[in-house]
């Protein structure tokens, strides 16, 4: 588990979805939790789940890739990963990815429960 | 704005004058620091909000390219240099004197897919090659006018 005092993710449920909501930095160092944490969801069984990053404030490309690996995952068994993405820095960097034609992107956490 | 180092000999040209040099132990935990120097020099610079947002993000896309995701012990090290128009940046990952060669593959193969996508967005010019043994890769962000 990361140290890293700008990183943290919170798991919450809202309508009986797990959310993982994650604040500060989602880097090569912090990456690998959210990794294990989306991890442990698919292996309870969830189908879907929504990572709320409204409140991160920089994702590079191995954020990108675990976040991409989880929604294999959940999809390989009929789910989906939905992600909250309020900032425009933040949501520039799915745009010229493309990661935008991947991924079902809401305001809010609410929103994307809803779906 | 032209900085002014003040504590750069007058006899070096601007070029020189207008540059910034870091290395740091070649750590995943401490790739903040070298966002936060991009950010520092572009706002230096007197790059925009989005510029500035752009570099962060792209510096840590060239570090990962010459450290790889998971780099053995060894130090990066960055050179910063600035004019009105751009930003040119190179970082070499040198390894620690084990008189091991360093894992050149991040540059001897393409770049991760998104890794290449973000740089190509970005920054005006990337690359990467391999001096001395030594992963290296640079680019170059010209200066965004408003409008543009």
Not at chain 1, 88 to 98: Q, S
Not at chain 2, 29 to 53: K, N, P
Not at chain 2, 73 to 83: A, D, M, N
Request: aromatic share 4%.
């Amino acid at each position: 588990m990361t140290t890293d005092v700008n990183f943290d993710v919170a798991q919450s449920e809202v309508g009986g979805v797990p959310v993982l909501a994650v604040r500060g930095e989602v880097d090569v160092s912090t990456a690998p939790e959210l990794r294990e944490r989306l991890l442990a969801l698919a292996e309870q069984g969830t189908t879907i789940a929504v990572v709320d990053l409204s409140q991160v404030s920089f994702v590079d490309s191995t954020a990108l890739g675990v976040l991409v690996s989880g929604v294999k995952r959940l999809r390989t068994t009929g789910g989906d990963l939905r992600l909250v993405v309020t900032q425009p820095h933040i949501a520039k960097v799915f745009e010229i990815t493309g990661l935008t034609e991947v991924f079902k992107i809401f305001a809010s956490a609410d929103e994307a429960v809803a779906g | 704005m032209t900085p002014q180092p003040s504590a750069v000999p007058d006899h070096q040209s601007q070029h020189e004058r207008d540059c910034v040099e870091l290395a740091l132990p070649a750590r995943p935990d401490l790739l903040f620091l070298v966002r936060m120097t991009a950010a520092a020099v572009a706002s230096r610079a007197d790059f925009g909000y989005d510029q500035i947002e752009d570099l962060r993000l792209a510096i840590d896309e060239l570090s990962l390219a010459v450290c790889g995701e998971d780099p053995d012990e060894g130090r990066l090290q960055l050179l910063f240099k600035w004019t009105e128009d751009a930003i040119e940046v190179v970082g070499t990952y040198e390894p620690e004197e084990t008189g091991r060669r360093p894992d050149i593959s991040a540059v001897a193969q393409p770049a991760s897919e998104l890794s290449a996508r973000i740089l190509d967005a970005l920054v005006d010019e990337h690359g990467t090659d391999v001096v001395g043994g030594c992963p290296r890769a640079w680019l170059r962000m010209r200066r965004r006018r408003p409008g543009q």
